[in-house]
């Protein structure tokens, strides 16, 4: 067999490789930007405390999952009426969430996690005095053949502390 007989069948075997590496990047730079897209319209759903624009966001299973300084909640449903019906519906007459800065998303094939600081002021419904935190939050995404990303749950703290000067832990 000719040399170059021998490099075109190295080149042809080699190319479907090649081009699913290819597909591979622009499909993890796709579902990055799909999920800060997510990202936006869950902070959308917390600012106007509206469980049916996080319905959009969230996977709507009992599987789902929020863990936060006020709780846990598991499922949907629970997530829908403790997070956004009370906490933020019932407790803030008015909310805003930002993320601090840029997210960062690491994509894992069918699998993503997103984190960010936040930054959220509100005012209390009770009295109308302000009030602002800032923290830290982690979400975890899973495409699904039939919905695409969802998020299937949120981890948020507030923001770190400084290690004690013994370093005790």
């Known amino acids: 067999m000719k040399r170059w007989h021998v490099v075109w069948l190295v ?3 080699m190319f479907p490789l090649w081009v699913s590496g ?13 999920i800060r897209q997510l990202m936006d319209t869950y902070m959308q759903a917390v600012d ?14 009992p599987e789902t999952s929020f863990i936060s300084p006020v709780g846990r909640e598991r499922g949907w449903d629970q997530i829908a009426d ?10 803030f007459s008015k909310r805003s969430l930002t993320a601090s800065g840029e997210p960062v998303i690491h994509v894992f094939g ?4 997103a984190e960010f600081d936040w930054d959220f002021r509100a005012t209390l419904r ?4 302000p009030v602002h935190t800032t923290g830290r939050e982690s979400q975890f ?7 695409g990303w969802r998020l299937v749950h949120v981890h948020y703290s507030g923001p770190a502390v ?4 013994n370093a005790g832990f």
Do not use: C, H
Not at 22 to 31: C, I, L, P, V, Y
Not at 110 to 113: F, I, L, N, P, T
Not at 141 to 147: E, G, I, L, S, W
């Open 11 to 13: 080149v042809a075997g």
């Open 22 to 34: 290819q597909q591979g990047r622009g499909s993890a730079a796709e579902s990055r930007t799909e």
């Open 48 to 61: 106007a405390a509206d469980p049916s624009l996080a319905a959009k966001v969230f996977l709507n299973s």
């Open 82 to 91: 403790e997070i956004f019906v009370k906490l933020m519906g019932q407790t």
């Open 110 to 113: 069918d699998a993503a996690v």
């Open 126 to 129: 009770k009295d109308g005095s």
């Open 141 to 147: 995404y899973v495409r699904f053949p039939d919905k």
């Open 162 to 165: 400084a290690a004690p000067s």
